[in-house]
């Protein structure tokens, strides 16, 4: 018997093989979604562990120690040899080297003159290099046999790209306080230790920078001394020891005031980490473009069903079991989603290429080597391949199992099912279950804060209650009631609970998108009798009988309108919604730059090696006042980030709040405003400001924030400990203090890493900041100085964000073709469906361009209703919970409507929507009257 | 009844063949055929003899390969299909075996359809639907879609359909074809009832007694009309 569902399953393959490829076309793009965001995880990951290879090699941590280069060697020294000879498990090589950040320029002038503001030098021994780790060509020296000569360099390739340098050029090093010339004797390859400083120095380079004789205010970041430290295995899984082996190293260098970094372990764990976040966003960006591909696949299943019921009721009739004509058409969708898995898996890698070459646009930064290429892995695209023809077959087999249980006189005769006698102690049983259920997970998700059980409880209540309460009233009553107040729900539950809901995760967006647009959907497919009334108005004055013919089957089959209509509202609603809040977003760099600036006009950062003094600065014809911000980083925990984490520290002191201070989300009790916190750091060495996501990387929840009060424990270079009391938490923090603490603090808690290279400038009256900020840069080139406005500072910041927004909507841009694919593959199916009906209808006179014209309408009926939903629902919930809750930005936001992608989403999908119905409708308009009517169904 | 002089419809050596691929069925041999005004004409013959055929290359439904139809002095296949259309909305009614109603469509709106169509402008169009519905019996279902409607129902409701632009022929192609004996001489007296009025009523069908009940019987066989007289006792 199955040979016979088989061979039902492959002649209705067979018979309309145009048909069949627009099935399988509808449905490989879900495939395609899901292989998409698998290839942007990967690659990301890819990318990311690609940084241990370029700039680590062997190297899997490093101790670092801060002295003037007069003592680095010997420091350096006797910390390699307290290492040799101290027994560390899974270590199996050492390698001592100095480093210097310096500034590198080619030495040009002009238009000519390319700086690198924040690069290091390395002195290294090249045949201890080789010796180091197991595989000499992990550490890019397998062919540099020796240190450069004096007076030359060797520079890495990608940065004597950016210098536009070639060997035999001259290249610049500043730092403090001086410069030296150098030759390029050899460009190498970014490769392991080789890859690790922009260039490689002779011996003596970084003593020789440092000795020169310089004012006492310059304080400039010490040179430091490393010991790097390769562990057992090979290039990746020697990182796995790295925690163990840091912690062996700290107790070795305790008196060391040593520093000991988990360098490889953190790239690569950073690199699990992005991959996975970008995957796991990716995926549930596009599973709102998947759920259209469901509804899509539903669809086309359904209208496969009805197209074939008199034959499967003859079917049935003469013996054919239920079993088997489920069988039949499981079959046949198992072929589709095996066809569409595996032509979605080829249109998903091109997908996500196109994904990674816009994300690469958009990361681009010339201080930052970092590129992100294409990374395909066989595991991730077979899952993404299974996973996509699995929730095909799901769908199909289900579907199935629902269509296949008609009955079959009705079928025989084209007669509507009659109506199921129904089980009502078990739909009651049901109802109550998943009454008492919602209720259950409300209370969980309120108590817990646990965003997707607060929103979902509620609407699982709402349904069942509807099969209890469907009984007494009309279910057109109950079921619009439902829908309003689900709609009225998803929009107050940010209002109503902002704690609850506050930091939402990806999945309740997910969640919100698809119960509002399935309410709103079950609305507008009840607007029948208004949309009749309508009808009625324009045929009773003899016009519009395509309009007629137009409005009749989306109004008539109310379940196949549904998910055409859920299929397109989907993705309007959250390109919508991402367009509101990128616009959002852009708009409040004006707020956000308020927020931070003090009062003060430019922010300058200049490489710490090389530090601009605010005394220069105060020395210039446009500046008014210029305020050192101390800068240098720790290690804290709180209460909510247990593992130490390293955070920026910034200390001010009184000058920095002379005329304006940052703007705070909060502050303790007893402070008259924001001004008077920032004075308590400069007299309270206890006392720290930190920034809204403080210390929210890694394993900390992403829905904790810091609070005022909270203790925080800091660590510094030397292992000394400190506790801070918050007494503030910034409201933005684009400049990225991190956190903020007195000057004095900082200093002497940072030592000898804190270095004032930050500075904050108010200009003379008029002077345009703007091109004082450029004059700035330019001028101060070799301090690697990077002058900006606030303004333009926010916005540099915002740019990522909203061009990973922008990247968001150009893949959901995807979904947007898998509705318009659909509505093709739904129209070619109306019309065939239809072909009788259409046969008759120009029988008795209805012309050619009536036909065309009622499909382009149905077509753009439906598309407009699916517009209008996806636009009021998405810049509504925008509205609600960008601006209203809070819970995606603690900046003051203003709500702005995103016209661009307002009129996009309005225009395209109409105007797209009528080209994939053009060709369906001039079908139809063809369609012979006598061949049609002579088909006997 | 009687007949007018003048034909309402008159086509001459009308030739029709099917092509599918190599494969040529000759339907229609050289085919002359009368219809006078207000006349009732039975069509019978063996299945697959070109009946149908004959109904959709009178009524234009159909292209024919050779010969002319001429219905009110035009030659309808020399027309445009625009041209043709609109002659059909205005002078044709059509009645089949399956009924062919708009499945999404009430029994009044598929009834008004054709009113709409022809572009009356009449604000009474759904009274006048209506009527025609109370008229085959049906007006208490006028609400209701085909799918819950009877075979009978469903046939007086494509007959009022076709017959509420008051158009000079009605073709019927097995109007009782899917009806049991009951309910189809029900719907033959309509269709009487129809002619009664003043319409032309070409009425193909397999059953001997539906076709002795016409004034004029025409027998189709292998393309060729063999008979064309009154009905044979």
Partial sequence: ?937 | MTVSAAPLLSARGVRKTYRSGATETVALRGIDFDLGAGELVMVMGPSGNGKTTLLNCLSGLDDIDSGTVEIDGLDIHALSDRERTEHRARRMGFIFQAFNLIPVFSAVENVELPLLLAGESDRNIRARAEALLARVGLGHRRDHRPAELSGGEQQRVAIARALVTRPAIVWADEPTGNLDSHTAQDILDVLHEVNADGQALVIVTHDRDIGASGQRLVEVHDGRVDYDGPPRP
């Fill in chain 1, 1 to 937: 018997m199955t040979g016979l569902a088989t061979r039902l399953a492959a002649r209705n393959i067979a018979r309309r093989p145009v048909e069949a490829a627009l099935v399988v076309i509808g449905s490989l793009l879900g495939t395609a979604v899901i292989v998409a965001a698998f290839v942007v995880g990967d690659s990301f990951d890819g990318s990311i562990r690609n940084i241990a290879r370029a700039e680590l090699g062997p190297i899997d941590e490093i101790v670092r120690v801060r002295a003037s280069a007069a003592e680095l060697g010997r420091r350096v020294g006797q910390l390699e040899d307290r290492l040799a000879h101290t027994s560390i498990a899974h270590v199996d090589g050492l390698l001592p080297a100095q480093i210097a950040g310096v500034v590198l320029s080619n030495g040009r002038r002009g238009d000519a003159a390319i700086a690198e503001p924040n690069a290091c030098v390395m002195e290294v021994e090249p045949a201890a290099v080789r010796r180091f780790g197991r595989d000499p060509d992990l550490t890019g020296f397998a062919t540099i046999r020796h240190q450069p000569d004096p007076g030359t360099l060797y520079v890495r390739d990608d940065v004597a790209r950016r210098l536009e340098v070639a060997p035999g050029d001259s290249i610049t090093i500043h730092a403090y306080g001086t410069s030296s010339t150098l030759r390029v004797a050899r460009v190498v390859p970014r490769v392991g230790v080789a890859g690790h400083c922009a260039a490689l120095v002779p011996s003596g380079t970084i003593l020789e920078l440092d000795a020169a004789p310089r004012a006492p205010t310059d304080a400039a970041l010490a040179p430091s001394g490393v010991v790097f430290v390769s562990n057992d295995g090979g290039l990746e899984d020697s990182a796995r020891y790295s925690a163990d082996v840091v912690r062996q190293l700290r107790r070795a260098t305790r008196d060391f005031d040593a520093e000991v970094q988990s360098a490889k372990a953190t790239t690569l764990d950073n690199a699990e980490r992005t991959g996975g976040n970008l995957r796991t966003l990716f995926s549930a960006i596009g599973g709102f473009s998947v759920t259209a591909g469901v509804l899509l696949l539903v669809n086309l299943v359904v209208m496969l069903a009805e197209e074939r019921k008199r034959e499967l009721g003859v079917f049935r009739a003469i013996g054919l079991r239920r079993a088997m004509v489920w069988r039949s058409f499981c079959i046949e969708g198992l072929v589709y989603a095996v066809s569409s898995a595996t032509a979605g898996l080829g249109v998903g890698i091109a997908v996500g290429q196109l994904v990674v070459a816009g994300a690469n646009r958009i990361l681009r930064d010339p201080d930052d080597p970092f590129t992100l290429s294409l990374t395909l892995r066989t595991p991730s695209l077979l899952a993404a391949a299974a996973i996509g023809a699995g929730i095909s077959a799901l769908t199909v087999a289900a579907t199935s199992g629902r269509l296949a249980r008609f009955n079959v006189i009705a079928a025989i005769r084209d007669l509507p099912d009659p109506p199921r006698p129904r089980r009502r102690r078990w739909a009651t049983v049901v109802a109550v279950f998943g009454a008492v259920m919602g209720i259950g997970a409300f209370a969980i998700g309120w108590a817990t804060a646990t965003g997707w059980l607060l929103l979902g409880g509620p609407v699982v209540t709402m349904w069942s209650l509807n099969v209890v309460l469907a009984r007494r009233f009309s279910t057109r009553l109950v079921v619009t009631t439902a829908a309003t107040l689900v709609v009225g729900w998803c929009l107050a539950v940010f209002p109503l609970f902002p704690d609850q809901m506050s930091r939402p995760s990806i999945g309740v967006f997910v969640e919100m998108g698809l119960i509002l647009v399935a309410a709103a959907v079950v609305h507008a497919t009840h607007l029948d009798r208004i949309w009749a009334r309508l009808v009625r108005h324009l045929t009773t004055r003899g016009r519009g009988v395509s309009v007629h013919l137009a409005l009749s089957s989306p109004l008539a089959r109310r379940f196949r309108t549904g998910l055409l209509l859920a299929m397109f509202s989907l993705v309007i609603f959250t390109m919508a919604f991402l367009g509101a809040f990128a616009s959002i977003l852009a708009g409040s760099a004006t707020s956000g730059a308020r927020d931070i600036s003090a009062g003060f006009d430019l922010i300058v950062d200049s490489n710490p090696s090389n530090p601009l003094s605010a005394a220069t600065l105060r020395a210039r014809p446009e500046v008014a006042e210029a305020v050192g911000l101390v800068r240098g980083s720790a290690e804290f925990t709180n209460r909510y980030q247990p593992e130490p984490t390293r955070w920026a520290m910034t200390g001010v002191d009184d000058s920095f709040i002379r005329s304006g201070a940052p703007t705070l989300l909060a502050r303790a009790r007893g402070f008259a405003g924001d001004r008077e916190v920032f004075r308590e750091l400069t007299r309270d060495p206890n006392a720290i400001v930190v920034d809204a996501e403080f210390l929210q990387s890694g394993s900390a929840p992403a829905s904790e924030q810091p609070r005022v009060g909270d203790r925080v424990a800091a660590r510094n270079r030397a292992g000394e400990r400190r506790t801070f009391r918050v007494i503030g938490v910034l409201r933005s923090d684009y400049a990225f203090h991190g956190s903020l603490v007195g000057a004095t603090t900082a200093r002497s808690f940072l030592a000898p890493a804190a270095v004032e290279n930050r500075l904050f400038v108010r200009l003379k009256p008029h002077e345009p900041a703007t091109m004082v900020a450029r004059r700035l840069s330019a001028t101060f080139v070799d301090n690697g100085v990077s002058a900006r406005t606030f303004p333009a500072l926010v916005r540099d910041r915002l740019s990522e964000t909203t061009g990973f927004i922008g990247l968001m909507q150009a893949y959901l841009g995807f979904g947007l073709v898998i509705g318009l694919a659909g509505l093709g593959v739904v129209m070619v199916r109306a019309v065939r469906e239809r072909r009788r009906q259409i046969g008759m209808l120009r029988a008795m006179g209805t012309s050619v361009r009536t036909i065309r014209a009622a499909f382009l309408l149905e077509s753009t009926f439906i598309t407009a209703q699916a517009i209008l939903i996806g636009l009021s629902l998405g810049l509504l919930t925008a509205w609600l919970v960008v601006v209203r809750s809070g819970a995606f930005s603690d900046a003051a936001v203003e709500f702005r409507v995103p016209w661009a992608t307002v009129l996009a989403l309005a225009i395209i999908p109409l105007l797209a929507a009528l080209a994939a119905t053009v060709v369906p409708a001039a079908r139809a308009a063809r369609i012979r009257p006598a061949v049609a009517l002579r088909d006997v169904g």
